[in-house]
């Protein structure tokens, strides 16, 4: 049987955002062991020119209720991307996976009677919604997660794969 769209956005967003929470649970750890100010940690970027770590996940956050948004049609919740620690990380974790929760399965089913309108690098783009969620809203999201292990793991955060994957479902 094909993949739903909602199998293929919201279900993928909720187990990701979970291993994602779990990847900054073991940040705050190594951060309370060797006495790092957790704003400090969150701080970090991995190269001068990228976002820092807070960044990252709270694009994480956006780039997965955009997505459900986009598909669905149902208003995701606006975010003030002031988050500095972890602490604030995970309750932005907490409140993003609340929204993909609360949308209706059936809405974001809908999408395949729908473009995908927005704009990139401030001009409009319409996509098809399987385009859109592969060739856009999964590896935005995915680079973002990707991004935020790599900022701890680079600086000393035990991490291996296992995190980045998380529990394996059946």
Do not use: W
Request: proline share 5%; hydrophobic share 40%.
């Amino acid at each position: 049987m094909p993949l739903t769209f909602y199998q293929s956005s919201a279900q993928v967003f909720v187990h990701a955002l979970g291993n994602l929470s779990a990847i900054l649970e073991k940040g705050a750890l190594y951060a309370e062991a060797r006495k790092i100010d957790p704003v400090v940690m969150c701080g970090l970027r991995l190269t001068a020119d990228m976002l820092p770590l807070s960044r990252q996940v709270s694009t994480a956050c956006d780039s997965a209720k955009l997505a459900v948004s986009r598909l669905s049609g149902v208003e995701a919740p606006k975010h003030a991307d002031e988050e500095k620690d972890f602490v604030e990380l995970q309750s932005r974790i907490a409140k993003t996976l609340d929204y993909i929760r609360s949308v209706p399965e059936a809405s974001v089913e809908a999408a395949a009677g729908r473009k995908v309108s927005l704009k990139l690098g401030g001009e409009p783009r319409e996509f098809e919604p399987e385009a859109y969620l592969t060739l856009f809203a999964l590896p935005n999201f995915y680079f973002h997660l990707t991004t935020t292990y790599a900022i701890l793991r680079a600086n000393g955060v035990e991490l291996s794969k296992r995190d980045y994957l998380g529990p394996i479902l059946g």
